[in-house]
């Protein structure tokens, strides 16, 4: 069965650096999905692209974020400078539709020291 | 704006115990509604889903009815056993007004014993 598969499954960084998390979602996909899920919380969405680019975003994802979809297969999101509060669960999601399942990946834990 | 509300954690349950999971929803339009489960160090995974008022969505025993009158989704399992441990997440999808994104509740960890 095709599943969403991401990378790194966990990364260090210290703060002020830049990250990124890579993503391969579903092949036939077309809706794409940063979500994130600090320590203890609820999972938050980030961002939605479609049509190579942003459909959506919400509050937390401000000019320091920027996802990209590079060639026919990953999916990116860049955090241009870390901060200690980045640290989180990072869950890449896909869809063929806007109101189909998302499919998630297994996610990538971000340490930001 | 939506949001989804359901009931803090850990539910600790022995084998066989019925469990059940209260999630209420508010949203302007009408929405898509699904459980997910986080099994230990795993992402997430769709349990079942319901799109329209009445509807049941059902999986591995798993029950949940889309109730509009009372802004309901609660989540039922008749029997658990020791690997339905996980943490249970309701969440929806309110189509009319975004790009699919997901809101998810808080989540409740689920703790099966022997």
């Known amino acids: 069965e095709p599943e969403v598969t991401q990378t790194p499954s966990h990364q260090v960084t210290q703060m002020g650096q830049e990250v990124i998390l890579r993503c391969v979602p579903i092949?036939?996909?077309?809706?794409f999905y940063w979500y994130r899920q600090i320590l203890g919380q609820k999972v938050e969405f980030l961002v939605s692209?479609?049509?190579?680019?942003?459909?959506?975003k919400s509050e937390i994802f401000d000019d320091q974020f920027s996802v990209e979809r590079p060639d026919g297969s990953n999916f990116t999101l860049k955090i241009r400078s870390t901060k200690l509060e980045d640290s989180a669960m990072y869950f890449c999601?896909?869809?063929?539709?806007?109101?189909?399942?998302?499919?998630f990946g297994p996610g990538t834990r971000l340490l930001v020291l | 704006g939506n949001s989804v509300t359901q009931m803090e954690g850990p539910v600790t349950l022995s084998e066989e115990a019925f469990l059940t999971i209260n999630c209420t929803y508010t949203a302007t339009g009408y929405p898509s509604l699904f459980w997910y489960v986080q099994y230990p160090g795993e992402g997430l995974q769709l349990l079942l889903k319901a799109t329209k008022a009445d509807d049941k969505g059902s999986n591995k025993g798993f029950e949940a009815t889309y109730r509009k009158e009372t802004t309901s989704f609660h989540l039922e399992k008749g029997s658990v056993q020791v690997s339905d441990s996980a943490v249970y997440f309701c969440a929806l999808s309110d189509q009319g007004d975004s790009w699919g994104k997901l809101q998810f509740g808080a989540g409740t960890q689920v703790v099966v014993t022997p």
């Open positions: 999601a896909s869809t063929p539709g806007r109101e189909e399942t998302q499919y």
């Open positions: 692209f479609y049509n190579n680019e942003i459909s959506e």
């Open positions: 092949s036939n996909h077309l809706y």
